[in-house]
């Protein structure tokens, strides 16, 4: 369990002046950017990283890292200075993830750029994290992200090929998605995403506030190492414990 600092306090982690972060990596882990599977899920343990899930509420609810908080990247996005501060303030490295590590990329791009320090992006995301022996928890299953966007896209293309047998125009459709697909690839993300994630089965039962996110970051265990018990685990404002604890 890590200590809660204030964003104004010494720490041997990152510190903060006004709303920029600013800090050096934490000693003995590696510098921040990009982190396997394997690295990731030794380095949470041994440096009691802040483990920061950037996906849908319903994708969080479906399969998360234990011990993590949701903040969804559309949230974070919009408030990126007050999440960076309050990242700051944990006194602890980051570790960002997501399913497959666009949007973990896409976050890390943007705390970086203000100045946090010690923050990370997981490669593969939660399910290479799981493969690699990290502990994760599940509840009520949603499809992931990527397989939503592969069903929607490919819904698209084969009714706009089979609506332009009797309107030719519509063929211009899959022509977008493919336009689309291409972006996505080369900018490294994806608006079909972000479109999908704001529908009510990818929002959860309750999308989180911004306050209540960033709240949860000074209480929120860090992950445990493989074979470790958590204790407490505090993810999306439920606590919940493991038998035996």
Request: proline share 7%; aromatic share 2%.
């Amino acid at each position: 369990m890590s200590t809660t600092t204030s964003a104004t306090a010494t720490t041997t982690g990152p510190i903060t002046t006004g709303p920029i972060t600013t800090g050096s990596d934490t000693p003995g882990a590696p510098a921040g950017g990009h982190l396997d599977a394997a690295t990731a899920v030794a380095w949470a343990g041994e440096h009691q990283a802040v483990v920061v899930d950037v996906r849908s509420p319903g994708e969080f609810a479906g399969t998360h890292i234990a011990g993590s908080t949701n903040i969804p990247l559309d949230l974070l996005l919009a408030h990126p200075e007050q999440t960076a501060t309050a990242l700051a303030g944990t006194g602890a490295p980051v570790l960002l993830v997501c399913q497959s590590g666009a949007r973990s990329t896409q976050a890390l791009e943007r705390l970086s750029g203000l100045g946090l320090a010690g923050v990370h992006a997981l490669d593969g995301g939660v399910p290479a994290y799981a493969a690699a022996g990290g502990q994760v928890e599940s509840g009520r299953g949603r499809w992931a992200m990527d397989r939503q966007v592969r069903l929607a896209a490919g819904s698209l293309v084969t009714t706009s090929v089979l609506a332009s047998l009797a309107l030719p125009r519509a063929r211009f459709l899959a022509g977008a998605v493919g336009a689309g697909l291409t972006w996505s690839a080369v900018s490294n993300t994806c608006a079909m995403a972000r479109a999908l994630g704001a529908l009510p089965y990818n929002r959860g039962p309750q999308a989180p506030e911004l306050e209540d996110a960033l709240a949860q970051l000074g209480t929120t265990p860090q992950a445990s190492t493989p074979g470790a018990k958590t204790q407490g685990t505090r993810t999306q404002g439920v606590s919940t414990q493991v038998p035996g604890s």
